[in-house]
């Protein structure tokens, strides 16, 4: 078991409060805190400490990588840890984005590495998420259904939406979604602004009145403050407008567009940095690669966790993909042992306290606070735990793990 040093973020829709206040240090932070990065990721590896040597859990895992992933991991996934988990605090909206399945993200670099490796790729791995709430929530999350979305933007009275809203309702599957979001990014610059302004203006209103749509375009306002006069605005109202309660779960599948507009949560994801933006960022857009990728149909399921026996009442949030699956427990007292069991695992405690102690003639034990994570490998067997507060453990898919702690081919 090795205590982590997770990586901050600092990018520019982060809270200068929310992550510092999380891991018990003083308010205001120097600047914005984004995402806390605990993992093995190249560009944000988790540092930690090993026979008193200082090394990174990304070069743990490189040295030995059957050891610490086991063996049928390390068979499926090469060296790299197949997840990565972060806590998220978003105080300004992120942009709308969509990432890459397995096969598109392997083609993609393969061929932006040939020619001369610049491009949008960060690496070969697709990025399906699972973001479950630590505070409420409030996300942009896959396409609405066709009609409903002209509904909407027809509700805003926008002369220059005209061509957006008939192609939705000219359309008969959702690609008439994608095609739709292409025209209106497509905007000549010169009519973009005042598309913006009178969308805007038109959803403060909305905003007000009674309309069941009234939370959806609170967001475009709101928004509105952070990115002012840019298309995602209009965009997000094309996609699903939602509120994630404390412990509540969404599943993001690669192909799904999104944003989150604010608030905290636990992230995992499959280790990959791939991102393709639309809007409502300073960063690069590229709306015909996010085009291409984007499956308008992909489906944006809130999990329902599952209670699996543990040292405490413990749930599982299990997706569809064999990269990750995360465990929620809240220990009261003595606990028990450890869920899940076996294989690669960061454990990271949101509150509270946790005690870990790996048996049979195991480390000592090793105890985190708020904000703190650590990392236990293959090896670690039989490990038990006791506390009082909440307890994530992120690991490998349920239904790509074997006995040996790894993932099955």
Known sequence: ???????????AWGSRDALA???GRGTPSAGPEAELWMGAHPSGPSGMTRGGRETTLLDAVAEDPHRELGAACARQFGDRLPFLLKVLAAEQPLSIQVHPDREQARSAYATQQADGGHGPYADDWPKPELLCALSRFEVLAGFRDREEAARILESLEVDGLRPVIGLLR?????????????????RAPDQRAPLVSEVVASSRRLARSTSAHAAAYAAVEHMSRHHPGDLGLVASLLLNHRILEPGTALFMPAGGLHAYVRGMGVELLANSDNVLRAGLTAKEVNVPELLRITNPAAQVPVITPTSVHG???TWLYD??????????????????????????RIAFCADGWARLRAGKGGTEPLQVGPGASCFLSASDKDVLVEGRGTLFVATVGPRSRSDDGGAAA
């Open 170 to 186: 000219a359309g008969t599957g959702a690609q008439a979604l994608s095609d739709a979001l292409g025209v209106l990014l497509d």
């Open 21 to 23: 206040r999380l891991q």
């Open 311 to 313: 040292p405490g009442p």
């Open 1 to 11: 078991m090795d205590l982590l040093q997770p990586i901050i973020k600092p990018y």
């Open 319 to 344: 997706c569809p993909v064999a990269e990750f699956a995360l465990y929620r427990t809240e220990l009261d007292g003595p606990g028990g042992p450890l869920v899940p069991a076996t294989g690669p």
